[in-house]
């Protein structure tokens, strides 16, 4: 649909058609959000330039959230930037604060909550030259696919001492015959079949769709067997009935297959959460997509990002059936607001994402191998250049600019494609 400057991202056959100039509302953020948004946006307003030749330009379109939308119109998250986000189903964000007092846990989590954004997807892959505690961080290449919407984000609690916890507490142990302390708090986690098999789903297609080896369920279901456990039973049944052809199950291997994975086929397997944490550190390479529910992915999506040298260099998005927001995965880190000093590469990566979703991939290519090359070259912001050898430490602008000299120096005619 076209307005008076751009057209609408719309949904055909259950298809994203992306217009040549697409209408992306953007939230530039809290704290350091508006220095990494200024770099991000020349970088990918360069990508697309030099990927497409003046063929395809994304028109971009301020929506408010957080201390910005509050100053101006009294609201954290007016009901605007949600319609904004529905309507051109393609958005970005910078890191947004939490609200000091009551009324509103978190921005993000309301956000993705009000849009049903129930997948957050991480990709996790080592760039070279980044700084890394791994001897071999190479071989961390990983997509975590989290529950967005449930578990621990359900926000089901009360606390120690109060009337609700008390009247709870008096019910689980007269009613149901459990053994509670009268002092406790009280916390609940709902976790439903539909919440767990359309993550499941998601990162399943993803699996197919890519070419990726093995999706694996990260679950406690060990001890939290009608939750965790349910999630990870719920998401073999989701793998049998929707893609039976095309997964196979590491039971399947050893019983029918001989020990050895079928050509063209994903394996589905799971790990109890605890060993999961270690397996990715001892032997990465037998990871490639992740499954987990809310809190365990939460818990994994940082954890591996400091493989790869930390939440700077973590991209995410999070999906519905129809919208996508991609954001920085990193706080708002205040103190260095304005200082034009901090790393904007999770958001620029998140731009990637972004780009891709979009189906324009070469663009997304190019800022990947401008960012790449920028930093093998060692020309880094202050957090990457303390932990280098030889490092040249730049500002964030600088460092947007010197990506863009990148991406100049590597446009040729074998990225321009024709309009279509």
């Known amino acids: 649909m076209r307005e008076d400057n751009g057209e609408r991202i719309t949904y055909e056959g259950g298809r994203l058609v992306v217009p040549a100039r697409p209408i992306v509302p953007f939230i530039e953020g809290d704290g350091i959000g508006p220095d990494i948004w200024r770099a991000t946006r020349r970088v990918v307003d360069a990508a697309v330039t030099a990927a497409y030749g003046g063929q395809r330009e994304i028109v971009w379109r301020e929506v408010l959230a957080g201390e910005k939308a509050y100053q101006q119109t009294g609201e954290w998250l007016p009901s605007a930037t949600l319609d904004a986000f529905r309507t051109y189903k393609v958005g970005i964000k910078g890191p947004l604060t939490t609200p000091v007092g009551g009324g509103i846990r978190s921005l993000n989590v309301l956000i993705r909550q009000a849009l049903d954004l129930y997948a957050c997807?991480?990709?996790?892959?080592?760039?070279?030259?980044?700084?890394?505690?791994?001897r071999e961080p190479e071989k961390v290449n990983m997509v975590i696919f989290r529950e967005n919407t449930e578990d621990v984000y359900a926000g089901i609690e009360w606390p120690s001492g109060s009337p609700e916890a008390k009247r709870l507490i008096e019910f689980l142990n007269q009613e149901l015959h459990q053994s509670v302390d009268m002092s406790a708090g009280i916390g609940i986690k709902p976790m439903t079949q539909r919440g767990s098999q359309r993550l499941v789903r998601r990162?399943?297609?993803?699996?197919?769709?890519?070419?990726?080896?093995?999706?694996?369920?990260?679950?406690?279901?060990?001890?939290?067997?009608?939750?965790?456990?349910?999630f990870r039973d719920w998401g073999y049944e989701v793998a049998t009935r929707e893609f039976g052809d095309r997964v196979v199950s590491e039971d399947q291997i050893a019983k029918e297959y001989g020990g050895a994975v079928p050509e063209g086929r994903v394996v589905i397997k799971d790990r109890i959460a605890d060993i999961t944490f270690q397996?990715?550190?001892?032997?990465?390479?037998?990871?490639?997509?992740?499954?987990?529910?809310?809190?365990?992915?939460?818990?994994?999506?940082?954890?591996?990002?400091?493989?790869?040298?930390?939440?700077?260099?973590?991209?995410?998005?999070?999906?519905?059936?129809?919208?996508?927001?991609?954001?920085?995965?990193?706080?708002?880190?205040?103190?260095?607001?304005?200082?034009?000093?901090?790393?904007?590469?999770?958001l620029i990566l998140s731009s990637v994402?972004?780009?891709?979703?979009?189906?324009?991939?070469?663009?997304?290519?190019?800022?990947?191998?401008?960012?790449?090359?920028?930093?093998?070259?060692?020309?880094?912001?202050?957090?990457?250049?303390?932990?280098?050898?030889?490092a040249q430490v730049v500002k964030t602008s600088e460092f947007a600019s010197a990506i863009i000299d990148a991406l100049k120096d590597g446009a040729s005619s074998e990225i321009v494609t024709k309009e279509g």
């Open 121 to 134: 997807v991480r990709p996790v892959r080592y760039i070279p030259g980044v700084p890394s505690p791994m």
């Open 203 to 230: 990162a399943i297609q993803y699996a197919v769709s890519q070419g990726r080896r093995s999706v694996t369920l990260m679950h406690k279901g060990n001890i939290m067997k009608f939750t965790e456990g349910a």
């Open 279 to 346: 397996q990715v550190l001892l032997r990465p390479s037998e990871f490639d997509v992740i499954a987990a529910p809310n809190l365990n992915g939460d818990y994994l999506s940082d954890a591996l990002a400091a493989q790869v040298g930390g939440v700077g260099m973590a991209p995410g998005s999070n999906l519905s059936d129809d919208v996508a927001v991609f954001e920085a995965t990193h706080g708002t880190a205040p103190k260095y607001a304005n200082l034009d000093v901090v790393n904007p590469s999770s």
């Open 353 to 390: 994402m972004m780009l891709e979703h979009m189906g324009w991939h070469e663009a997304a290519r190019a800022i990947d191998e401008a960012l790449a090359h920028t930093i093998a070259r060692k020309v880094v912001t202050y957090d990457l250049a303390r932990q280098m050898d030889g």
